[in-house]
């Protein structure tokens, strides 16, 4: 199973469209997670043209959208149990948020955005990831998002790194 994984688009603030490099892997996967700020209904919903979208609402997502998503998302791929969260909020550090959304749940994975920042690590047995932003890189020197390959209950996360949103 392939999962495009993406945050922090904030479309139509900061690109008009999604960009190229991201385009070529949508029209492949067989799922999407966005964790959050989308920004418009329009978003999320070209998104679903190219496959089922779990997403979440993030801080500067629309009414529209926070009526239709959920804040955070316990999503379950066979014996693997996925959360997502945006990770906005007050207090500790962004990854802190993250893992702290599903303290009292059992997750092998904890995929979050709201920092703009790629990440991708271990803490205890949970694997921590931020996909970063495909069309807001803010202070990093490229633009990313995510792809998550998911075999025999097995995760393999890999960042998609480039330099034109376009």
């Known amino acids: 199973m392939k999962i ?3 945050g922090d688009t904030h479309i139509p603030k900061r690109a008009k469209h999604f960009p190229k490099r991201l385009l070529a892997e949508l029209k492949t996967a067989n799922t999407i997670i966005h964790t ?4 418009t209904m329009d978003v999320y919903n070209e998104l679903r043209a190219f496959a089922p ?8 997502d629309s009414e529209e959208l926070q009526r239709v998503l959920p804040y955070s998302l316990l999503l379950p791929f066979d ?10 909020g007050k207090e500790k550090t962004t990854e ?6 599903f303290e009292h749940q059992k997750v092998d994975a904890v995929i979050f955005g709201h920092s703009h920042i790629p990440v991708h690590k271990k803490i205890g047995d949970i ?5 970063g932003s495909a069309t807001d890189k ?10 998550l ?3 025999k209950n097995t995760l393999h996360f890999k960042h998609v790194f480039y330099d034109s949103k376009d």
């Open 4 to 6: 495009v994984v993406l």
């Open 36 to 39: 959050g700020d989308f920004q």
């Open 53 to 60: 979208v779990h997403g979440v609402i993030g801080n500067v």
């Open 79 to 88: 014996n693997i149990t996925i959360g997502v969260t945006h990770g906005h």
């Open 96 to 101: 802190k948020r993250a893992l702290a959304a």
């Open 127 to 131: 694997t921590l990831f931020n996909a």
């Open 138 to 147: 803010r202070r990093e020197k490229q633009f990313s998002f995510g792809l």
């Open 149 to 151: 390959y998911i075999q």
